[in-house]
T-cell receptor, first 112, second 113 residues
Framework: AQSVTQPDIHITVSEGASLELRCNYS??????LFWYVQSPGQGLQLLLK??????LVQGIKGFEAEFKRSQSSFNLRKPSVHWSDAAEYFC??????????FGTGTRLQVFP | GAVVSQHPSWVICKSGTSVKIECRSL??????MFWYRQFPKQSLMLMAT?????????EQGVEKDKFLINHASLTLSTLTVTSAHPEDSSFYIC?????????FGPGTRLTVL
């Protein structure tokens, strides 16, 4: 069955520190992978996506993610976190029926 | 481009009443729209897939008679929560699909008293 695991429920970092949010997926074929960000009470904003090609994907707001097939991972990274990055982050895999399967999310807290 | 709107953004209703939520793709046509439900501090759970001109496909455990979905045009899908109860209080989010990507609306906060 297709699934997405985000092992970290809550992460706290200092402003300016680097960030890595983990995401592991289970999917039989080549996956379409996504990272979304959600601010409180808001909808989802797409940060980046991977369909094929270069396994290092650049997104908006300085985020990037690396697809590693051997590890079934698609971790999100940012070299220097800003206070405005505090939000909930969701990793998702798209199934062959175009449905999105979301992970449980990681809440990012940023300290000044 | 690829903007999706939802209306209303929040609604409070009495138990037993019905509430309609609209989802519109503003600058593109979407043959497929999705409806999600999100409980506080939890992930999004897919409720149903809405296809223009046909019946919606509901996920297991979602009552189709309670959550009525209509996708009458390529830019509009509606979700009606019928005979709402307090346990239906939640954040409802829609998305519209285009070229292998889903574009999400801002969500509707439903509170049933």
């Amino acid at each position: 069955a297709q699934s997405v695991t985000q092992p970290d429920i809550h992460i706290t970092v200092s402003e300016g520190a680097s960030l890595e949010l983990r995401c592991n997926y289970s999917y039989g074929a080549t996956p379409y992978l996504f990272w979304y960000v959600q601010s409180p009470g808001q909808g989802l904003q797409l940060l980046l996506k991977y369909f094929s090609g270069d396994t290092l994907v650049q997104g908006i707001k300085g985020f990037e993610a690396e697809f590693k097939r051997s590890q079934s991972s698609f971790n999100l990274r940012k070299p220097s976190v800003h206070w405005s990055d505090a939000a909930e982050y969701f990793c998702a895999v798209q199934s062959n029926t175009d449905k999105l399967i979301f992970g449980t999310g990681t809440r990012l807290q940023v300290f000044p | 481009g690829a903007v999706v709107s939802q209306h209303p953004s929040w609604v409070i209703c009495k138990s037993g009443t019905s509430v309609k939520i609209e989802c519109r793709s503003l600058d593109f046509q979407a043959t497929t729209m999705f409806w999600y439900r999100q409980f506080p501090k939890q992930s999004l759970m897919l409720m149903a897939t809405s296809n223009e001109g046909s019946k919606a496909t509901y996920e297991q455990g979602v009552e189709k008679d309670k959550f009525l979905i209509n996708h009458a045009s390529l830019t509009l899908s509606t979700l009606t929560v019928t005979s709402a109860h307090p346990e239906d209080s939640s954040f409802y989010i829609c998305s519209a699909a285009s070229y292998n990507e889903q574009f999400f609306g801002p969500g509707t906060r439903l509170t049933v008293l």
